[in-house]
C-alpha cells in the first residue's frame, strides 16, 4: 500500500476561521512534508517532519502551524489566513533520508475568501 | 541552492506520437523522480531513478547522473497522458526540490 490520505479536499475559509487539514499514511514511513502549490506553478516545500520532530521550516508565516501527533498523522493547523494563501496543499511521506521515493497525497484545494 | 530546469515547457501531441521530456539540474543528486500531475492535482509517482534507466509499459526514463540530466520518453501517446510532468530532485534535508514542469496536451 503506497497511499497517503488527506482531507478535506476541498477547503472554503474566511479570513477570520480556524481550520486543520489532516494527512495519514501507513507505509511505515517516519518523514513528513507539507508543499504549496499554487496555480500553474510547482509544489514548494512548506515543512518537514522526521521522526515526528520538525526539521524544516522554510520560512512559513506563524498563521501556518503544523503539528505530527504520531508517525502515521500530519497536520496543518490554519488560522488567519489570507486570499493568497489560496492553492492546493499536499502532504508526503517517505523513508528517512534522502535516497527515497516520496509519495505525495491528492492533496486540499484551500480558498480563502 | 540546487537548480532545476525543465523543458519544454509546452507539448501538444496527435494522439499516437512519441515525445521526450528533458530535465536538467545544476549539481549531483541522490534522488531523482519523476511525476505526473493530473487534472485533479494528483501527484503520480512514475520514476524514482537517480541514474540509470527504468521501464514501465509506454513510459521509460534515463538519469545520466555524471552529466546532470534525466529524460522522460512517452510513446504512442494518449490523451489521458495529458497533464503536467515534473522531475523533482532531492535536497539536503531529503526534501524534493521541483522543476517548473512540462505541460502536455495529447490531442484525439
Known amino acids: 500500500d503506497t497511499e497517503v490520505t488527506q482531507t478535506p479536499k476541498h477547503l472554503v475559509m474566511g479570513m477570520t476561521n480556524k481550520k486543520s487539514l489532516k494527512c495519514e499514511q501507513h507505509m511505515g514511513h517516519r518523514a513528513m512534508y507539507w508543499y504549496k502549490q499554487k496555480a500553474k506553478k510547482p509544489p514548494e516545500l512548506m515543512f518537514v517532519?522526521?521522526?515526528?520532530?520538525?526539521?524544516i521550516n522554510e520560512s512559513v508565516p506563524s498563521r501556518f502551524s503544523p503539528e505530527c501527533p504520531n508517525s502515521s498523522l500530519l497536520n496543518l493547523h490554519l488560522h488567519a489566513l489570507q486570499p493568497e494563501d489560496s492553492a492546493l496543499y499536499l502532504c508526503?511521506?517517505?523513508?528517512?533520508?534522502?535516497?527515497?521515493?516520496?509519495?505525495f497525497g491528492p492533496g486540499t484545494r484551500l480558498t480563502v475568501l | 541552492g540546487i537548480q532545476v530546469e525543465q523543458s519544454p515547457p509546452d507539448l501538444i501531441l496527435q494522439e499516437g506520437a512519441n515525445s521526450t521530456l528533458r530535465c536538467n539540474f545544476s549539481d549531483s543528486v541522490n534522488n531523482l523522480q519523476w511525476f505526473h500531475q493530473n487534472p485533479w492535482g494528483q501527484l503520480i509517482n512514475l520514476f524514482y531513478?537517480?541514474?540509470g534507466t527504468k521501464q514501465n509499459g509506454r513510459l521509460s526514463a534515463t538519469t545520466v547522473a555524471t552529466e546532470r540530466y534525466s529524460l522522460l520518453y512517452i510513446s504512442s501517446s494518449q490523451t489521458t497522458d495529458s497533464g503536467v510532468y515534473f522531475c523533482?530532485?532531492?535536497?539536503?534535508?531529503?526534501?524534493?526540490?521541483f522543476g517548473k514542469g512540462t505541460k502536455l496536451s495529447v490531442k484525439p
Open positions: 531513478i537517480p541514474s
Open positions: 508526503a511521506s517517505s523513508q528517512v533520508g534522502r535516497r527515497n521515493t516520496q509519495y
Open positions: 517532519y522526521s521522526y515526528e520532530k520538525l526539521s
Open positions: 523533482a530532485v532531492g535536497g539536503s534535508q531529503g526534501n524534493l526540490i
